[in-house]
């Protein structure tokens, strides 16, 4: 049995619990644990349908040191498969692009089919009992949901609809153009903080404006008092409607509501990855928060512009506002964290939460928190 992680006074009352212990935040066995235990066994976003939309066309992913590449057959149909040659182990795609007539080894020349299937093998015929149907790609499971394409290594995995109920439909209602929204660019941020520092940021309200002290420029665009937090079954959601002072952070239309809708939207997948909309603003956006290490993480902030309205002036304004305000100081508060996090003089906290779901509550981490405890206990019990 894998070695313990004491979780002294951690319950199932979001009331009465206090938080993970400051190890599991810092600890290089943690993170691998976690790699089996939750990220081998989860849906993992790979990009929106669009990307994959022609035949032929691919997109390559690594999945904590696991090559993915997620492609669309020449016969219509989605795949996946670990991007590794089966003859000695060369990766085969890099990024993304379209693959023309077949998937082709760069070291030895094997040639696969967009099906997987191994179609070409220099001088095969000269080794006794060789046959091709033995050395297909290693398929992995891969669906289309919410507009988006995600993966799972886990071949015993439910589908994402059993997997995380009324998350895609929570989607829609906010998002009614999720198939057809356009790829308007990405933004990295290189972060010093565990990962799931990065997504308790994320997830809760407690640090907002009219509570905490950070992004009181949040109150220009988002009303704290009627903000609400929801817990569901491996999703979250924050339902925040628009501020009243709201020429501050970015120009919101002078007259209508504009954009997909006037609130602002954070709909959380476990384990890492968000879709979110800022008022008005004719665009979607993803974060994917990645582990890079025991104490860092990048986010990928991925924009999607709603066809035909993705470039006026709130969209514009909204974006630029998150890549050069909201964001850096979101990175500078995770990695403070950090630094924290890994002193002798702290171990544990308390969750300041109240029960109806408010905006300022931290419910949503502590729910967040049992997830992880939950996968990695189960993990350490096999």
């Excluded at 990962?195 to 950070?214: D, Q, R």
């Excluded at 817990?231 to 924050?238: G, N, P, Q």
């Excluded at 939207?265 to 800022?278: A, K, V």
């Excluded at 004719?282 to 993705?310: C, K, P, W």
Aim: hydrophobic share 35%; proline share 5%; aromatic share 12%.
């Amino acid at each position: 049995m894998a070695e313990s992680l004491p979780v002294a006074g951690v319950t199932g009352d979001h009331r009465t619990s206090f938080t993970l212990p400051s190890p599991w935040y810092y600890r290089a066995d943690v993170l691998e644990r976690e790699k089996e235990a939750i990220f081998f066994r989860s849906w993992r976003a790979v990009c929106h349908r669009s990307a994959l939309d022609a035949p032929g066309s691919y997109v390559t992913v690594d999945i904590h040191g696991q090559g993915i590449v997620a492609i669309r057959g020449r016969d219509g149909r989605l795949r996946a498969f670990y991007n590794v040659c089966q003859h000695r182990a060369h990766e085969l795609l890099q990024g993304s692009g379209t693959v023309k007539a077949a998937i082709t080894c760069p070291y030895h020349g094997w040639a696969y089919g967009t099906d997987g299937s191994l179609r070409s093998a220099r001088l095969c015929d000269r080794v006794p009992d060789f046959d091709k149907a033995d050395f297909s790609l290693v398929p992995v499971r891969i669906q289309e949901f919410a507009g988006f394409i995600f993966v799972n290594l886990d071949d015993d995995a439910p589908p994402m609809n059993e997997w995380a109920p009324g998350f895609e439909e929570e989607c829609r209602r906010w998002f009614p153009d999720l198939e057809t929204v356009t790829f308007g660019g990405q933004k990295d941020f290189t972060i010093g903080s565990n990962w799931k520092v990065t997504v308790e940021n994320a997830i809760e309200g407690y640090h907002f404006p009219n509570s905490g002290p950070a992004h009181r420029a949040l109150t220009d665009i988002i009303d704290m008092e009627t903000t609400r937090l929801h817990v569901h079954d491996r999703w979250l959601a924050i339902i925040a409607p628009p501020g009243k002072n709201r020429t501050q952070v970015y120009p919101f239309p002078r007259s209508g509501s504009g954009g997909q809708t006037d609130h602002f939207i954070t709909l959380y997948l476990w384990p890492d990855w968000i879709i979110y909309s800022w008022p008005h603003a004719d665009m979607i956006s993803t974060f994917l928060m990645r582990a890079t290490g025991a104490q860092s993480s990048v986010v990928e902030n991925a924009y999607f512009h709603v066809a035909g309205r993705g470039d006026d002036e709130t969209t514009r304004a909204s974006e630029v506002w998150f890549n050069e305000a909201l964001g850096p100081e979101d990175a500078a508060l995770n990695e403070g964290v950090q630094r924290g996090i890994v002193s002798r003089g702290y171990y544990q906290g308390r969750f300041i939460t109240r029960d109806g779901e408010p905006g300022d509550s931290e419910h949503c981490v502590h729910a967040f928190q049992a997830w992880v405890r939950d996968a990695l206990e189960g993990d350490m019990a096999s």
